[in-house]
């Protein structure tokens, strides 16, 4: 059961849901579930995987697995001791109302998914940009429609290479699938490209009815100048995107260090993602003094 529960939450993480897996680590007595019985929970998941034992116990501990997945955004973790019987005493122990008598002690982790970018457009930036993620343990996918711009030799590491064009790629998605990444960075070495792929994936969010905010849609960057996103603006605008959409997109991308080489914008790029992955701005002053 151990290695499915694992197997489902890897599953949950692929597509970007945050998990939070809780353990029996530790018991004594009369319990119900074993030193190693888990249970996995992901974000927006109605259903569970594995078991802790079942009966009061678990119903306890999956109600804290949700309360930390709609409160937590870092990684988190905690352990908790559970008397099963309703008079159960000492240090941190919850009582429950439950004849076993025993105490089990849980481990209840939350994992959050690594960032995945996809790069829309294999040129120098997007070589740089996957060696810069792939140092970070994020990551990262291309689609471009040349070959030769998007085969394992340009990107060893990739976790997807889309060799299609622009269209074949839009076609190919719905707003579910599309949000399997966390960034996608438009890159491409020819304008009108990148033009229609950012209007094709503000479709996509469009038509999602639930979500005009883009709060659950991919972030979107655009390499650039402000004359090229004027232009970029104005088609949109013509295809009636939503203002509110469009406001979403980040362009010219990466945090202003004066990066002008390929490697220094991967490093601009990398950092705001970064920044706005954890929800810190580059401007705070504060942030070592953080906990």
């Not at 501990?61 to 908790?80: H, K, M, S, T, W």
Request: proline share 4%; glycine share 10%.
């Amino acid at each position: 059961m151990t290695k499915q529960t694992l197997a489902w939450a890897l599953d949950k993480l692929a597509l970007r849901r945050k998990v939070v897996i809780a353990s029996v680590v530790q018991t004594s007595g009369s319990v119900p579930g074993k030193v190693g019985a888990r249970l996995a929970i992901a974000e927006s998941i109605d259903d569970f995987h594995g078991t802790v034992g079942g009966a009061g116990l678990e119903m306890k501990v999956i109600d804290r697995c949700r309360e930390i997945l709609a409160n937590f955004v870092e990684p988190y973790g905690e352990i908790q001791t559970f008397g099963l019987n309703k008079g159960a005493k000492g240090y941190e122990v919850q009582p429950l109302d439950s004849l076993c008598g025993g105490r089990v002690t849980v481990s209840i982790e939350m994992i959050v998914p690594p960032p995945h970018v996809l790069m829309m457009g294999g040129g120098h930036c997007a070589n740089s940009l996957a060696k810069t993620i792939t140092s970070l343990n994020w990551n990262h996918s291309v689609t471009d429609s040349r070959q030769e711009y998007c085969d394992e030799i340009s990107f060893p590491k990739a976790t997807e290479l889309l060799h299609s064009s622009v269209n074949g790629f839009l076609n190919g998605e719905t707003y579910d699938s599309i949000k399997r990444f966390s960034d996608i960075l438009l890159l491409g070495h020819d304008w009108s490209e990148d033009q229609e792929r950012l209007l094709g994936l503000l479709r996509l969010c469009q038509e999602n009815k639930s979500d005009l905010d883009g709060i659950n849609f991919p972030r979107i960057g655009v390499i650039g100048s402000r004359s090229k996103w004027q232009a970029f603006s104005k088609a949109a605008e013509h295809e009636g995107i939503e203002s509110k959409l469009l406001d979403q997109v980040i362009c010219p991308i990466g945090i202003n260090i004066g990066a002008e080489s390929p490697e220094e914008i991967a490093i601009a790029v990398t950092a705001q993602i970064l920044s706005l992955s954890k929800g810190v701005s580059p401007e705070d002053k504060n942030w070592r003094d953080s906990d």
